[in-house]
């Protein structure tokens, strides 16, 4: 934690310590123990010195053990700076050229600051055709990302395979090895297939919660005509090119998406999954650009979303894990 420049923190007694000199605004705080006074003290000091936020050579000391309550007054007073706050890790498992025009808007926007991408297959002729040939004699990981990071020197880049969600994209068929993959492991993640007329979208899979690609497959089964011309449309190309009104309407869909999970992400309380985009949603993606959205719920004969998931796990966390 660390206060806004020029916060004035006074020692008025013995465990009594006033944060501020603004009228009606300023903070006594009472009763602390020696270690919260030279703790905030430090903090004062810091503020009173330095007008640049997070310096190495002025760095706040950490905060002693039982301060939560403190740090939690001096935000709501509004004298904390606030948190610095990350982008979602997004994961791309499975580079196809109709994803670049969404992927470079939602870097263009600031929603995307990490690019993260895992496709070891040769840098294809769908990819030169949207990208240009720079690429060529790479794969497709290296090349896209060398592509978007000359485009945006400031643009970082990972090959971890840490994230908060996956998207695995995949043309004439979903993998669902990988799906029911990540779905055992509790990982977040969106299903993206791509075909020449046709894509689906969806759904987001929350691993014990929502509906997963699974459930997608067995409520198909020829009763969605939407759905099935989509999937047939996909499953009878060999590559993976939309028309350009489909392609137009997929990267609104997928731009709106990206949007929107990061400003989910940046709540904080990943607890309102109603807020979350795709939900339990499957959106199709027509050759005429239009986009018609499925609400798609767990299906009886999956039993992905039974009780034996004992909880539902956060983005980028693994049942037994504490990382985020």
Same mark, same amino acid.
């Given at each position: 934690?660390?206060?806004?420049?020029?916060?004035?923190?006074?020692?008025?007694?013995? !465990?009594?310590?006033?944060?501020?000199?603004?009228?009606?605004?300023?903070?006594?705080?009472?009763?602390?123990?020696?270690? @919260?006074?030279?703790?905030?003290?430090?903090?004062? @000091?810091?503020?009173?010195?330095?007008?640049?936020?997070?310096?190495?050579?002025?760095?706040?000391?950490?905060?002693?053990?039982?301060?939560?309550?403190?740090?939690?007054?001096?935000?709501?007073?509004?004298?904390?700076?606030?948190?610095?706050?990350?982008?979602?890790?997004?994961?791309?498992?499975?580079?196809?050229?109709?994803?670049?025009?969404?992927?470079?808007?939602?870097?263009?926007? =600031?929603?995307?600051?990490?690019?993260?991408?895992?496709?070891?297959?040769?840098?294809?002729?769908?990819?030169?055709?949207?990208? !240009?040939?720079?690429?060529?004699?790479?794969?497709?990981?290296? !090349?896209?990302?060398?592509?978007?990071?000359?485009?945006?020197?400031?643009?970082?880049?990972?090959?971890?395979?840490?994230?908060?969600?996956?998207?695995?994209?995949?043309?004439?068929?979903?993998?669902?090895?990988?799906?029911?993959?990540?779905?055992?492991?509790?990982?977040?993640?969106?299903?993206?297939?791509? =075909?020449?007329?046709?894509?689906?979208?969806?759904?987001?899979?929350?691993?014990?919660?929502?509906?997963?690609?699974?459930?997608?497959?067995?409520?198909?089964?020829?009763?969605?005509?939407?759905?099935?011309?989509?999937?047939?449309?996909?499953?009878?190309?060999?590559?993976?090119?939309?028309?350009?009104?489909?392609?137009?309407?997929?990267?609104?869909?997928?731009?709106?998406?990206?949007?929107?999970?990061?400003?989910?992400?940046?709540?904080?309380? @990943?607890?309102?999954?109603?807020?979350?985009?795709?939900?339990?949603?499957?959106?199709?993606?027509?050759?005429?650009?239009?986009?018609?959205? @499925?609400?798609?719920?767990?299906?009886?004969?999956? !039993?992905?979303?039974?009780?034996?998931?004992?909880?539902?796990?956060?983005?980028?966390?693994?049942?037994?894990?504490?990382?985020?």
């Amino acid at each position: 934690m660390q206060l806004r420049h020029g916060t004035a923190v006074i020692h008025r007694a013995p !465990g009594v310590i006033q944060v501020g000199t603004d009228w009606g605004r300023e903070l006594v705080l009472r009763d602390l123990t020696r270690d @919260h006074e030279q703790w905030l003290l430090a903090l004062g @000091h810091a503020a009173a010195i330095s007008p640049f936020p997070f310096t190495g050579t002025l760095a706040p000391p950490p905060p002693p053990a039982g301060s939560l309550a403190l740090q939690i007054a001096l935000r709501n007073a509004g004298y904390a700076l606030p948190r610095p706050m990350r982008h979602p890790r997004i994961l791309f498992n499975g580079m196809e050229s109709a994803l670049c025009p969404a992927i470079d808007m939602a870097i263009s926007t =600031g929603t995307l600051g990490l690019l993260q991408i895992l496709d070891p297959r040769p840098y294809g002729r769908d990819i030169v055709d949207v990208l !240009g040939p720079h690429g060529i004699g790479r794969t497709r990981q290296a !090349g896209v990302t060398s592509h978007f990071q000359g485009l945006y020197p400031w643009l970082e880049s990972s090959t971890s395979p840490v994230c908060d969600l996956t998207i695995v994209t995949r043309a004439r068929s979903l993998d669902h090895g990988l799906l029911g993959h990540l779905l055992a492991l509790e990982e977040w993640h969106l299903s993206i297939l791509i =075909g020449e007329q046709g894509a689906i979208v969806g759904p987001l899979v929350i691993p014990g919660r929502s509906a997963c690609a699974r459930c997608l497959a067995l409520h198909m089964s020829g009763r969605d005509p939407d759905l099935s011309a989509a999937e047939i449309s996909a499953a009878s190309h060999p590559v993976a090119r939309l028309s350009s009104a489909a392609q137009a309407r997929l990267t609104l869909v997928l731009t709106e998406f990206f949007d929107n999970f990061s400003r989910f992400w940046h709540l904080g309380d @990943h607890s309102q999954k109603e807020l979350l985009p795709l939900y339990n949603q499957v959106s199709t993606i027509l050759p005429n650009g239009r986009a018609v959205q @499925h609400t798609l719920s767990p299906h009886p004969e999956c !039993g992905c979303a039974t009780e034996s998931l004992t909880r539902t796990a956060q983005p980028g966390e693994k049942r037994g894990s504490n990382r985020r």
